[in-house]
């Protein structure tokens, strides 16, 4: 079944005259940019795909809320309000560039992040308690662990004070729902207060510290309950799969971490120390109440926590490249089953790298200062909602949308490669100290995780990149 569709003007435009998505048509204006390569794969929906294993890994997280309302059905194009006005978004916020966000037409785009779901998922208050799943698109980096589109799960619960005689009951309530709470051997590390004035501020415009304080013990719990069902699991498939065994497994620890988050305060990372190494597994906190009062819902009080689909996939099936999860060779595909034990991926091939450099001189028009970003650095550092953080190189900052953005470079290589890349660094920025033109070069490594790619495959794959960056950019080739 055909998903998306785009409709030209006339054979040789560029930009589709409209957007046919799930069957409903949409007007293409100067802000679209969602690329076909995106919307071939628009409707995957991996997170409810039988026995894949992002859908495996949401299962394991909504056990550990039984009695919560699970949302993953929600469509991927939104407004521009859902995504951003509605939660807060300044008008300059940098989310909002097309540099970052995939638009569909000003007024509408393929979703960020699963947030912007929360104030229509609030409003209707068919639960105290919820989870939502979903995939969200981005334009990103291009390397193992960073893909446009990615899978997002967050969580809520909240306590509606309006049910009881006073705050107070409300307070107690929520102290003895936390009392019920499963108990855990885990070493926790929590050395902060509460909250913090100026760190990790309490919203005393609508809190009362110790509604705060048992909201925030509540929601450490919950999550602490869900890191060990899920940790556990990734144990015991280790074991199983002879990769380790138990003598060698640390004691699980817990580490909680002061955060900003804008939907949350006081908020916090928490961080899980796992065989060796200290992991970024999510992002939560105390609802921020503004939100609640957008979603009508002024007396409900409570929490909220983010996380990143692939990344837990990742440790529980130790899957080395993010691609893979987009896979359908059944190589792949057979490994996993809703049924039984956890089981670690098995590599099925492993294919050799081609690697190309891209070297090319900026135009005047596109020269500027590089303010994000240095040589062959990115970061994978999870952010409140569980998506991965990128460092963008940006030129020309001076205009509203800079002329050259290294997601540009990512996009056109996506476009034209798909997933026979595995990777995209700048290797070296250069200022030339007489003409002061500006050159930069990128590193691009094609691999198929399929097949072994053929040296005029990637000689042709590369000649194309190239040809763009040229026709779009006015560079330079070098």
Same mark, same amino acid.
């Given at each position: 079944?055909? &998903?998306?569709?785009?409709?030209?003007?006339?054979?040789?435009?560029?930009?589709?005259?409209?957007?046919?998505?799930?069957?409903?048509?949409?007007p293409?204006?100067?802000?679209?940019?969602?690329?076909?390569?995106?919307?071939?794969?628009?409707g995957?929906?991996?997170?409810?795909?039988?026995? +894949?294993? =992002?859908?495996?890994?949401? %299962?394991?997280?909504?056990?550990?809320?039984?009695?919560?309302?699970?949302?993953?059905?929600?469509?991927?194009?939104?407004?521009?309000?859902?995504n951003?006005?509605?939660l807060?978004?300044?008008s300059?916020?940098?989310?909002?560039?097309?540099?970052?966000?995939?638009?569909?037409?000003?007024?509408?785009?393929?979703?960020?992040?699963?947030?912007?779901h929360?104030?229509?998922?609030?409003?209707?208050?068919?639960?105290?308690?919820?989870?939502?799943?979903?995939?969200?698109?981005?334009?990103? @980096?291009?390397?193992?662990?960073?893909?446009?589109?990615?899978?997002?799960?967050?969580?809520? =619960?909240?306590?509606?004070?309006? @049910?009881?005689?006073?705050?107070?009951? #409300?307070?107690? /309530?929520?102290? @003895?729902s936390?009392?019920?709470?499963?108990? +855990?051997?885990?070493?926790?590390?929590?050395?902060?207060?509460?909250?913090?004035?100026?760190?990790?501020?309490?919203?005393?415009?609508?809190?009362?510290?110790?509604?705060?304080?048992?909201?925030?013990?509540?929601?450490?719990?919950?999550?602490?309950?869900?890191?060990?069902?899920?940790?556990?699991? /990734?144990?015991?498939?280790?074991?199983?799969?002879?990769?380790?065994s138990?003598?060698? %497994?640390?004691?699980?620890?817990?580490?909680?971490?002061?955060?900003?988050?804008?939907?949350?305060?006081?908020?916090?990372?928490?961080?899980?120390?796992?065989?060796?190494?200290?992991?970024?597994?999510?992002g #939560?906190?105390?609802?921020?109440?503004?939100?609640? $009062?957008r979603?009508?819902?002024?007396?409900? $009080?409570?929490?909220?926590f983010?996380?990143?689909?692939?990344?837990? /996939?990742?440790?529980?099936?130790?899957?080395?490249? $993010?691609?893979?999860?987009?896979?359908?060779?059944?190589?792949?595909?057979k490994?996993? *089953?809703?049924?039984?034990?956890?089981?670690?991926?098995q590599?099925?091939?492993?294919?050799?790298?081609?690697?190309?450099?891209? @070297?090319?001189?900026?135009?005047?028009?596109?020269?500027?200062?590089?303010?994000?970003?240095?040589?062959?650095?990115?970061?994978?550092?999870?952010n409140?909602?569980?998506?991965?953080?990128?460092?963008?190189?940006? &030129?020309?900052?001076?205009?509203?949308?800079?002329?050259?953005?290294?997601?540009?470079?990512?996009?056109?290589?996506?476009?034209? /490669?798909?997933?026979?890349?595995?990777d995209?660094?700048?290797?070296?920025?250069?200022?030339?100290?007489k003409?002061?033109?500006?050159?930069? #070069?990128?590193?691009?490594?094609?691999? *198929?995780?399929?097949?072994?790619?053929?040296?005029?495959?990637v000689?042709?794959?590369?000649?194309?990149? #190239?040809?763009?960056?040229?026709?779009r950019?006015?560079?330079? $080739?070098?």
């Open positions: 079944m055909m &998903i998306a569709t785009a409709v030209y003007l006339d054979a040789t435009n560029a930009k589709p005259r409209n957007l046919t998505i799930t069957g409903t048509d949409y293409t204006d100067t802000w679209t940019n969602v690329p076909q390569s995106i919307l071939s794969q628009y995957r929906k991996l997170h409810i795909e039988p026995d +894949h294993p =992002l859908s495996i890994t949401r %299962k394991l997280v909504e056990s550990r809320f039984p009695g919560f309302r699970n949302h993953n059905n929600l469509p991927g194009v939104v407004t521009v309000d859902q951003f006005d509605s807060g978004f300044t300059d916020h940098p989310g909002r560039s097309r540099t970052d966000t995939y638009y569909i037409n000003k007024d509408t785009l393929l979703r960020t992040h699963t947030t912007a929360e104030v229509d998922v609030f409003r209707q208050n068919s639960s105290d308690g919820w989870t939502l799943s979903a995939d969200v698109y981005r334009r990103d @980096a291009v390397d193992r662990s960073h893909y446009p589109i990615f899978h997002q799960m967050e969580g809520a =619960l909240t306590w509606d004070r309006s @049910a009881f005689d006073s705050r107070e009951a #409300c307070t107690e /309530a929520i102290r @003895a936390f009392e019920r709470l499963p108990n +855990h051997d885990l070493v926790v590390e929590d050395p902060n207060p509460p909250f913090h004035a100026e760190r990790n501020p309490l919203q005393e415009k609508y809190h009362s510290a110790d509604e705060a304080e048992i909201v925030a013990a509540h929601l450490k719990r919950s999550l602490e309950d869900m890191v060990v069902a899920i940790f556990t699991a /990734a144990d015991q498939a280790l074991t199983a799969s002879g990769q380790s138990e003598s060698e %497994k640390d004691p699980l620890k817990v580490r909680w971490v002061e955060a900003f988050f804008p939907h949350t305060s006081p908020s916090w990372e928490m961080e899980v120390w796992w065989r060796g190494d200290w992991l970024e597994v999510l #939560c906190g105390v609802i921020d109440q503004p939100l609640l $009062i979603a009508n819902q002024p007396d409900r $009080i409570g929490w909220a983010g996380i990143g689909l692939e990344r837990i /996939a990742m440790l529980l099936f130790g899957i080395p490249d $993010i691609r893979l999860f987009w896979s359908k060779d059944p190589r792949f595909l490994q996993f *089953s809703d049924a039984g034990p956890m089981r670690r991926f590599p099925f091939s492993k294919h050799p790298p081609a690697p190309r450099d891209v @070297a090319f001189w900026l135009p005047e028009t596109l020269e500027g200062p590089v303010v994000a970003g240095t040589p062959a650095s990115t970061s994978s550092a999870p409140s909602a569980g998506g991965q953080q990128t460092s963008p190189l940006h &030129i020309n900052t001076t205009e509203p949308e800079p002329a050259f953005h290294e997601n540009d470079l990512m996009e056109i290589v996506r476009t034209i /490669a798909g997933d026979s890349v595995e995209v660094r700048l290797i070296d920025s250069f200022t030339h100290p003409s002061k033109r500006r050159s930069l #070069c990128y590193r691009i490594e094609y691999r *198929s995780l399929e097949r072994t790619l053929t040296t005029e495959e000689n042709g794959m590369h000649e194309r990149v #190239c040809g763009e960056m040229v026709g950019f006015g560079v330079e $080739i070098r």
